[in-house]
């Protein structure tokens, strides 16, 4: 069975603070890994991951593969109360037709 | 650039009472998709239509599940008696490759309540 596990599942740390969200996978036919933040209702896509090792960066937020040993990581520094959300990861995979199965997601919150 | 439109935002049935979702994706995106999220867990994916056809509903409970997408643009997800394990949030997303493992583009969600 194909599984996507995110940990810790739940974190909270004080504004300003450096976190790092991990995320790692069990699949059979593994073909991308991408994070989604999502605050409220609509989860909203921040990185798009297929090769290991060449980390994506956006601002304050990096994140990188490795293929090898079948995990990721999402960085944050500088934490702002604005991150607080949960953060999905989500693996595509061939399962007959190709799809994106989710993690359980992090829920961060960030303290003044 | 508008994004993906749900309605109705929120809705509470009784048990076996029909209930209907709707959705209209970004335009262009000939990719659609209905994914249920349970409460602490991720989104699970029930089904991808592109255009008009369905190519992956393996995961919809097709017992009391339906979903149609006529003309290719908008979307129903329909539940047909509901029951109480129903509850949940259904998202629709949309995206303009047609692959099921890039970047999608997700809506609000429609918060079901079965009682």
């Known amino acids: 069975e194909d599984k996507v596990v995110q940990s810790p599942l739940s974190l909270v740390v004080h504004e300003g603070d450096t976190v790092t969200l991990n995320c790692s996978y069990e699949?059979?036919?593994?073909?991308?890994l991408l994070w989604y933040k999502q605050e409220k209702k609509a989860p909203t896509f921040l990185f798009m991951l297929?090769?290991?090792?060449i980390e994506k960066k956006s601002g304050r937020l990096s994140s990188i593969l490795d293929k090898k040993e079948l995990f990721s990581i999402l960085n944050i520094t500088a934490t702002q109360t604005g991150d607080s959300a949960v953060y999905l990861c989500?693996?595509?995979?061939?399962?007959?037709?190709?799809?994106?199965?989710f993690g359980q997601g992090t829920r961060l919150t960030i303290n003044p | 650039e508008a994004g993906v439109v749900q309605s109705p935002r929120y809705k509470i049935i009784e048990k076996k009472q029909p209930v209907a979702f709707w959705c209209n994706p970004i335009s262009g995106h000939n990719t659609l998709y209905w994914y249920l999220q349970n409460l602490g867990q991720g989104p699970e994916l029930l089904i991808r239509?592109?255009?008009?056809?369905?190519?992956?509903d393996s995961q919809l409970p097709k017992d009391r599940f339906s979903a149609e997408r006529l003309k290719g643009v908008d979307s129903t997800l329909k539940i047909q008696p509901a029951e109480l394990g129903d509850s949940a949030v259904y998202l629709c997303?949309?995206?303009?490759?047609?692959?099921?493992?890039?970047?999608?583009?997700f809506g609000p969600g429609t918060r079901l309540t079965v009682t």
């Open positions: 239509y592109e255009n008009e056809e369905a190519v992956d």
């Open positions: 297929t090769s290991s090792g």
């Open positions: 997303a949309s995206s303009l490759g047609a692959s099921g493992i890039e970047e999608q583009y």
């Open positions: 699949v059979t036919n593994f073909r991308s």
């Open positions: 989500a693996v595509g995979i061939i399962q007959g037709a190709q799809k994106l199965v």
